[in-house]
Every structure is written in structure tokens, then in C-alpha cells.
């Protein structure tokens, strides 16, 4: 019987996490970079604000080389993530 790895299910309150990239903790803390952070409003020829709310959206970019080790869970200031391991194991 062989065993394939599922991934975590990583899920982000939006309401909670508005500033990403102003805080960055989640993404410096992950040991295998599974966030990234994309740029939501943009004005032509101005500099985005890293520090207006909205501006910027964390998303889990690499869900996959998620381990599980909830250390972005333990570091958000906002309590915003949640790391849950899937109840199906695929065989």
C-alpha cells in the first residue's frame, strides 16, 4: 500500500490580514516559502502604500510544500492563518 502526501488546507481571513506586506511574518518565518504577497490596487505612476489596508493580499502561492509545521500560525500578530491537515488520506 502506498501512501501519497496530501497537503494542509492553509486558510487566510482577509478581514483580519489586510497589511501582508508591511508585516511579512508568515513569509519570512515559512521555512519553504509557501506564501506570496500580490499587489491589489495600483495606480499608474505612484508607488503602492505597503501600509494602506487592501493594498496588498497574501495568497498561498505553493500549498504543496506546506509541511504543516504552523509556525506562520504561531507568528501572525492577527491570528489570521489557519493550518489544518485534510481528514482524507489518499492510499
Known amino acids: 500500500m502506498t501512501q501519497c502526501y496530501v497537503a494542509p488546507i492553509i486558510e487566510i481571513d ?22 506570496g504577497v500580490r499587489e491589489t490596487r495600483q495606480v499608474r505612476l505612484e508607488e503602492t502604500d505597503k501600509f494602506a489596508p487592501g493594498s496588498f493580499r497574501l495568497r498561498v502561492a505553493y500549498r504543496d510544500k506546506c ?15 489557519t493550518v489544518r491537515m485534510p481528514e482524507e488520506v489518499l492510499e
Not at 67 to 81: K, Y
Open 14 to 35: 482577509r478581514e483580519r490580514c489586510t497589511t501582508p506586506f508591511a508585516c511579512k511574518k508568515c513569509l519570512q518565518i515559512c521555512p519553504t516559502a509557501v506564501f
Open 67 to 81: 509541511s504543516g509545521c504552523n509556525r506562520c500560525v504561531d507568528v501572525c500578530p492577527e491570528s489570521a492563518l
